[in-house]
């Protein structure tokens, strides 16, 4: 089974969050279409806007150790 991309996991966390884009928007200072348009698929988003989402949301990103295919 293929994993999320780690742009789908951001969104998700969003739509997790029991807040509305538009509040997080104002939160992290971006124009409500920013948001609309990452959730959409349609723009990704700059480093120092996600480092404004990770830290409005408390979001931390973790390295697990992947299983070694045998050849």
Same mark, same amino acid.
């Given at each position: 089974?293929?994993?999320?991309? +780690?742009?789908? #996991? ?12 538009? /509040? %997080?928007? #104002?939160?992290? $200072?971006? *124009? $409500?279409?920013? %948001? /609309? *348009? +990452?959730? *959409? ?6 480093? #120092? %806007? ?22």
């Amino acid at each position: 089974m293929k994993r999320k991309s +780690f742009t789908d #996991e951001i969104r998700q966390a969003i739509d997790d969050s029991d807040r509305t884009r538009m /509040s %997080i928007a #104002e939160a992290i $200072r971006v *124009n $409500r279409a920013t %948001i /609309s *348009n +990452f959730m *959409n698929h349609q723009r990704g988003l700059s480093s #120092e %806007i996600l480092d404004r989402l990770a830290d409005e949301l408390d979001l931390h990103a973790t390295v697990s150790k992947r299983k070694v295919r045998s050849v």
